[in-house]
């Protein structure tokens, strides 16, 4: 079927292509995967600012010359895999979604914190360079973070509102304010849990805490 021919209302997916704007076909797009992939593992293991094409291409047992067929540099590819993570996030305002009442609310709490913490865990070294740049002013970086909080944040804001509405939740209380100040929590604590680990906190301890307050804020209870 030509584009001339597709129904309306059709999304259509934007083909993939290298930086020469020529689509790949699935032998660069494997290609492509292992440069992300080594990018990843190399992540896990030093400074992004102490990691080099020539290594990841090595480690992608490819060339540095092929790496720029795909990525402008080491920057580029780590966007790209930060941009990869940020497509996880529907899961967890499935989640926000859910029921707050009683006890199921809590549940609730502590279903949307494990997800989190989770998607942190499997993502850190990735997530934590995002941050670092985004925090540096990088506005692609900046963008990709904001695809994560904002629908957090917009999702948060909703509940406290109902419950502020319903007379659950103080007057006084900003629903934005507040949503912005749980999500900065979720991913503050999951960021450094490891950290928190030589004060004898655990990620047990840290998904309980967190769950308490997030139920507490969302429902005034």
Not at 45 to 56: A, F, G, K, L, Y
Not at 158 to 169: N, P, Y
């Amino acid at each position: 079927m030509s584009d001339a021919e597709t129904p309306p209302g059709t999304a259509t997916v934007p083909a993939e292509v290298d930086q020469s704007g020529r689509e790949l076909g699935p032998r660069a797009l494997q290609t492509r995967t292992r440069l992300m992939e080594a990018t990843r593992a190399l992540l896990t293991e030093r400074s992004v600012r102490d990691i080099s094409v020539v290594e990841i291409a090595r480690r992608a047992e490819t060339s540095p010359a092929t790496f720029y067929q795909y990525f402008k540099d080491v920057g580029e590819v780590t966007l790209r895999l930060a941009d990869d993570a940020a497509k996880e996030i529907p899961k967890v305002i499935e989640l926000i979604d859910g029921d707050w009442e009683g006890e199921a609310g809590l549940q609730t709490a502590i279903a949307i914190t494990t997800a989190f913490t989770e998607y942190w865990e499997e993502h850190r070294a990735v997530l934590l360079v995002r941050n670092l740049a985004a925090d540096e002013g990088d506005q692609r970086f900046m963008d990709v973070r904001g695809k994560v909080v904002s629908p957090i944040i917009a999702r948060f804001t909703e509940k406290i509102t109902a419950s502020q509405q319903a007379g659950r939740v103080p007057a006084d209380v900003h629903p934005q304010a507040a949503a912005v100040a749980m999500t900065t929590i979720l991913e503050r604590l999951a960021a450094y849990q490891r950290e928190l680990e030589a004060f004898g906190v655990t990620r047990k301890d840290i998904i309980a805490s967190t769950a308490r307050i997030l139920f507490q804020t969302v429902t005034g209870k």
